[in-house]
C-alpha cells in the first residue's frame, strides 16, 4: 500500500494541491471567500447543473446499450467473439477532434440518419449523449463481462432446478453477484462524462459548456487561478460525492463467489432467442461503434483520383513543403506505443498493488485511499498539468520537460481501471482457498501465485488492455507537458488537422485510421496472451 | 505484505522501471539531463504550431556554435500561461509565439528580460509594439481573413464578399461559419477585426446582423474549415454548406501547396476587408540559464536565412524588410493593406468583456 500511495502523493495530490493552493492563496492569506463568491455565480450553476444531468443520462444510456453486449461477449462462444472484443475498444483511443467528423458523417447534416429519415442531432443534447456511449461502451462491455464471464453458471442452474424462473434466478442469483462491477462501470462512464470535454464542445457546439471547458478556460486561455481553483474544488465535491455513494453501494454487494475459467462458462448460443440476441448486439455495434469508424477509414481511401493509398504513401516520408514533421508521420506509431509500454507497466504495477492492497484490509482509511486513487479520473487534466508545472520544478523533482512525466500522467487515468476491474475478482477469490494453501505448507507468495493469480490474470489482462487503449488515444498529458518534438499519433492526427490542405486531411484520416488498426491489433494480441505463459510475467 | 511478497514487488518494480528506461533510450528522448555542454545549448519554448528546416538550425548551429533545442507547450495562450506560472525558473531560454493579443499579459507580469536585437532596424515600425523597452522583439505577422470558396461563388455568379460590413448582406445570408471567439484564436482574432472596424460601440450592433444573415458558430477552427467550409477537402466529403469561414489569409496557398497536382488558381479565396493582425513576439525569458544563447537565438530570429524560411513552414508572413517571399505567397496570397488593430493593452483590458457579451448575443 505504501508505494502506490507515494506515487499518488507525488504525482496527483501535491501537484494538485499545489495549483488550487496557488488560486486561492493571495498576498500571504488565504482568500475562502472567493469560494462563495464563485460558486454563487448563476452561470456557474448552471453549467454544473448541465455537467452532472448530462453524465447521469449518458452513464444510463450507455449501461442500458451495453449490458447486452456484455453478456453476449461474456456467454456466448461465436466465431469472431475476439475480434468484436477489440473493436468495441477502439472508439476509446481515438482523439475527439476524429470522433467529431465521423459523428458528424453519422448524425450531422447528410450523414445516415439525415439520408435515411431526414433527421439531425448535431448540436444538440443527443449528439453528445450518444458520442458518450460510443466512447464508453467498451468500459461497460469490459468491467462487467469480465466478471460476467467467470461466474459459475451452475449456481443458476442450481436455483432453476428448485423451482425458480428463469428471470427469478438471474435477478437472486446473478444480478447480485454482478453488482460490484457494474457498479464499477457506472462509476468509471459517470467520471468519464463528468469531465467531457472535446465532445461536449465539438458535438455540442459552443451552447453547451460543461465544468471540464470552464476550468480548462479559466487555467489554460485566461489564468484566471482563483476562479479555476474554486471550479476545481467544486469538481472534488460532485466527484467525492458520486465516490460515497459508489462505496456505500459497494459494500452492501460484496459477496465471495465461486469463480471459474472464462472458457468453460461460454457456449454457442442456442435457440431464435438467444440468436436474436446476439444478432442484435452485433447489429448495435455495428450502427453505432463500427460505422463512425468506417467513415473515417473510407476518407483515407478516398483520393482526388478514386479509391487508392496515396494518403498512406504520404505518411511514411518526411513532406519536404513545409515542416510539419521532421520524421515521416509513421513515427509517431512508434512514439505511441513507447509511451504506451511505459504507461501500462506502471499502471499495471501501481494498480495491482493497490488492488492487492483494498483487498486484504478494510476500515475507513482503505476506504479513503479507494477513493483517492479515482480522482484522478474526475479531475481536470489541465488541472494535473499545471499542477505539474509548478509543482515538480525543483530538483530532486525537476520533471517538468522529461519523457517520463507523459506516462506517468497517463497512468493516473490507467489506474483507476486496473484497481477497479481487478477488485471486483480479488474480493470474491475465497478467503478459504488461500488459507488451505498455507495449511499445505505454501509460501504467502506461492499461494497468490496458485490461487489468486489464475482467477485475476483474465482481469489482469483486461485492464492491461485498458491502461494501453488510455495512453494510446490520451491527447491532454502530451499537450500540457513542454517537450522536444515527438508527436504520437493522436498529437500527430491533431497537428494535420490543423492545417489547410487536401493533403493534410488525407493523411489525418489516413493516421486515423493507422491509430484504430494498432489498437485494434494491440488488444487483439492481449487476447491471445496464453495463461500458461504469463505467469511470470507479473 | 510480507518480506517475499515485497521481494518480489521490488523485482517488479525493477523490471517496469527497466522497461521504462529501455523505452526512453529508444525514443531518443532527452531525459532532462545537464552536463557540461549545457552553456553551448539554447532552448527555445514555443506553442504547438513553431516549425523550422533543420537546415536553418544548422546554419544557426554553425554560425554561433549553439544547438538550438526546441520545447513544444501547447497552443500559443497555454504555451504562454505556463511561463508566466514558471516565471523566475523557466524552462527554456527564449519564448517564441507570443502574439499582439496576448502582448499585454507577458509584459504585465514581467516575463521578459530586454534586449535589443541586432538588424532590428530592418523591421518595420508598426509591427515594434515595445519599441521603448525591447522587451520583445517581432518575428512575423499573419492576417486572420474571411476565406471563400471559389467554385461555389462562380457557379453561383455571384460576387464574393469584400468588407466586414459584406459579410451581413442578405446575398450572402446563412453561408458564413466563424470559430467560438472564446475558445478559438482565429474566432477571437474576428472578434476583434469587428471590434476594431466598428468601434466599442458599434461591433455589437454589426454582431446582432450577422446573427440575423444566419452566421454559424462552431468551436474551433478545425471544425469550421475541414467541416462547415465546402472550400476544403474535408468539407467536401461531407457535403458541407458554407461557402465562407474564418481562417488566414495564408490559406489559399497552402491549399495549393498540398494538393497534388498543384492547381494554378487556389481552390478559395481571401476577402482582404475582413481581417485582423497578428503579430508574433520572441523574448528573452527571466532567469534563463543561458542568456548569451539566448540573444544570439533572438538576432537569428529577424535574420534572412530564418525570416524566409518562416512562410512555407509557418505560413506566416517575414517582418524584416526585404526579406524574400517564396513565389507560392506572391502568386497565390492575398495583399492586405489595411488590416483591423486593436491596441494591446484595450485588449488585455476587455478582452473577457467583450467575448462574454459577444456568447450571450451569439451563442445561445
Known amino acids: ?538 | 505484505m510480507n518480506s517475499q511478497l515485497r521481494r518480489a514487488v521490488a523485482m517488479a518494480a525493477v523490471s517496469a522501471l527497466g522497461v521504462t528506461a529501455l523505452a526512453a533510450c529508444g525514443g531518443g528522448s532527452d531525459g532532462g539531463k545537464s552536463d557540461g555542454t549545457a552553456s553551448k545549448t539554447v532552448t527555445l519554448v514555443s506553442h504547438d504550431s513553431f516549425a523550422v528546416s533543420d537546415t536553418v538550425l544548422k546554419a544557426f548551429t554553425e554560425q554561433t556554435g549553439y544547438t538550438v533545442k526546441v520545447l513544444k507547450s501547447g497552443d500559443a495562450g497555454t504555451a504562454l500561461n505556463k511561463e508566466i506560472l514558471t516565471k523566475g525558473s523557466p524552462q527554456g531560454d527564449v519564448f517564441f509565439g507570443v502574439d499582439n493579443t496576448l502582448l499585454s499579459r507577458a509584459l504585465d507580469n514581467d516575463l521578459f528580460t530586454p534586449y535589443e536585437a541586432k538588424g532590428l532596424d530592418r523591421v518595420a515600425d508598426e509591427v515594434q509594439l515595445d519599441a521603448e523597452k525591447h522587451r520583445v522583439t517581432p518575428v512575423d505577422t499573419g492576417d486572420i481573413c474571411v476565406n471563400y470558396d471559389r467554385k461555389y461563388f462562380a457557379e453561383k455568379k455571384l460576387a464574393p464578399p469584400k468588407t466586414f460590413a459584406d459579410l451581413a448582406k442578405p446575398a450572402y445570408k446563412d453561408l458564413l461559419v466563424v470559430e467560438n471567439a472564446a475558445t478559438s484564436s482565429p474566432g477571437l482574432g474576428f472578434l476583434l477585426g469587428t471590434v476594431g472596424t466598428f468601434g466599442e460601440a458599434g461591433w455589437q450592433d454589426y454582431w446582432k446582423k450577422l446573427e440575423a444573415n444566419g452566421v454559424k458558430v462552431v468551436d474551433g477552427w478545425e471544425q469550421a474549415y475541414n467541416e462547415e467550409f465546402s472550400g476544403s477537402a474535408g468539407g467536401k466529403k461531407a457535403g458541407a454548406d458554407r461557402p465562407l469561414v474564418v481562417s488566414y489569409a495564408s490559406s489559399p496557398p497552402v491549399e495549393v501547396l498540398y494538393a497534388e497536382p498543384q492547381p494554378d488558381e487556389a481552390p478559395t479565396g481571401v476577402a482582404t476587408g475582413t481581417c485582423f493582425r497578428q503579430i508574433e513576439f520572441a523574448g528573452l525569458l527571466q532567469g534563463a540559464k543561458n542568456e548569451a544563447g539566448g540573444k544570439a537565438l533572438l538576432d537569428f530570429l529577424i535574420g534572412d536565412a530564418f525570416q524566409e524560411d518562416m512562410p512555407l513552414n509557418m505560413f506566416v508572413n517575414p517582418v524584416v524588410e526585404g526579406a524574400k517571399l517564396p513565389e507560392l505567397f506572391t502568386k497565390h496570397g492575398a495583399v492586405v493593406d489595411e488590416p483591423a488593430t486593436v491596441a494591446p493593452a484595450t485588449i488585455a483590458d476587455k478582452r473577457e468583456q467583450w467575448v462574454r457579451s459577444w456568447s450571450s448575443l451569439v451563442v445561445k
Not at chain 1, 100 to 113: H, K, N, Q
Open chain 1, 1 to 538: 500500500m505504501a508505494g502506490p500511495v507515494a506515487f499518488f502523493a507525488v504525482f496527483f495530490a501535491y501537484p494538485v494541491a499545489a495549483i488550487v493552493g496557488r488560486g486561492l492563496h493571495d498576498g500571504g492569506t488565504w482568500q475562502f471567500g472567493r469560494i462563495a463568491e464563485v460558486a454563487g455565480r448563476p452561470e456557474i450553476l448552471r453549467v454544473l447543473w448541465f455537467t452532472t444531468w448530462q453524465a447521469l443520462a449518458s452513464t444510463a444510456l450507455t449501461l442500458l446499450i451495453a449490458l447486452p453486449g456484455a453478456y453476449v461477449l461474456a456467454r456466448f462462444d461465436f466465431p469472431g467473439r475476439r475480434l468484436l472484443r477489440a473493436v468495441v475498444t477502439v472508439p476509446f483511443v481515438l482523439p475527439t477532434v476524429v470522433v467529431g467528423t465521423a459523428f458528424l458523417a453519422l448524425i450531422g447534416r447528410g450523414g445516415l440518419l439525415d439520408e435515411l429519415w431526414g433527421v439531425r442531432l448535431d448540436t444538440t443534447v443527443w449528439a453528445i449523449l450518444l458520442a458518450h456511449v460510443f466512447f464508453n461502451y467498451a468500459v461497460v462491455v469490459r468491467t462487467v463481462g469480465g466478471l460476467w464471464s467467470q461466474l459459475d453458471p451452475r449456481q443458476e442452474e442450481a436455483a432453476r432446478v428448485l423451482g425458480a424462473g428463469r428471470f427469478t434466478a438471474w435477478r437472486r442469483v446473478t444480478l447480485p453477484a454482478l453488482v460490484p462491477s457494474l457498479a464499477a462501470a457506472a462509476l468509471m462512464v459517470f467520471l468519464f462524462t463528468f469531465t467531457s470535454f472535446g465532445v461536449v464542445q465539438i458535438l455540442g457546439g459552443p451552447a453547451f459548456s460543461t465544468l471540464e471547458v470552464e476550468i480548462y478556460r479559466q487555467t489554460a486561455d485566461l489564468l484566471d487561478l482563483p476562479t479555476a481553483a474554486v471550479l476545481t474544488l467544486i469538481q472534488f465535491a460532485a466527484v467525492g460525492l458520486v465516490l460515497a455513494v459508489h462505496a456505500r453501494t459497494v459494500r452492501r454487494g460484496e459477496s465471495t463467489l465461486r469463480l471459474v475459467d472464462p472458457s468453460r462458462t461460454a457456449r454457442r448460443p442456442r435457440g431464435a432467442g438467444q440468436w436474436t440476441l446476439l444478432g442484435s448486439v452485433v447489429a448495435t455495434v455495428l450502427v453505432l461503434l463500427v460505422a463512425p469508424l468506417a467513415v473515417l477509414a473510407e476518407r483515407s481511401f478516398d483520393t482526388p483520383g478514386g479509391y487508392g493509398l496515396d494518403y498512406y504513401r504520404a505518411l511514411t516520408v518526411v513532406d519536404s513543403r513545409g515542416a510539419t514533421f521532421l520524421v515521416p508521420p509513421v513515427e509517431a506509431i512508434r512514439n505511441s506505443l513507447e509511451y504506451a509500454a511505459a504507461a501500462t507497466a506502471v499502471s499495471v504495477l501501481v494498480g495491482s498493488l493497490a488492488a492487492a492492497a483494498l483487498t486484504r484490509r478494510a476500515g475507513r482509511l482503505t476506504r479513503g485511499f479507494d477513493a483517492l486513487l479515482m480522482l484522478p479520473l474526475g479531475v481536470s487534466a489541465v488541472t494535473v498539468g499545471f499542477g505539474f508545472l509548478i509543482a515538480l520544478d525543483e530538483p530532486p523533482l525537476d520533471l517538468r520537460t522529461s519523457w517520463i512525466l507523459v506516462p506517468l500522467a497517463q497512468a493516473l487515468v490507467g489506474i483507476p481501471f486496473v484497481v477497479r476491474i481487478m477488485l471486483p475478482v480479488l474480493r470474491a477469490v475465497d478467503t478459504r482457498l488461500r488459507e488451505a494453501a498455507s495449511v499445505l505448507g505454501a509460501s504467502p507468495l506461492r499461494a497468490w501465485r496458485e490461487v489468486d493469480l489464475p482467477l485475476v490474470r483474465r482481469a489482469l489482462l483486461v485492464a492491461a488492455g485498458f491502461a494501453f487503449a488510455v495512453s494510446l488515444g490520451e491527447f491532454g498529458a502530451t499537450v500540457f507537458i513542454a517537450r522536444p518534438d515527438n508527436p504520437t499519433l493522436p498529437v500527430a492526427v491533431a497537428r494535420l488537422l490543423g492545417r489547410p490542405g487536401e493533403l493534410n486531411y488525407g493523411q489525418a484520416m489516413a493516421l486515423s485510421t493507422v491509430l484504430m488498426a494498432v489498437c485494434a491489433a494491440a488488444l487483439l494480441a492481449l487476447e491471445r496472451i496464453r495463461p500458461d505463459k504469463t505467469s511470470g510475467e507479473f
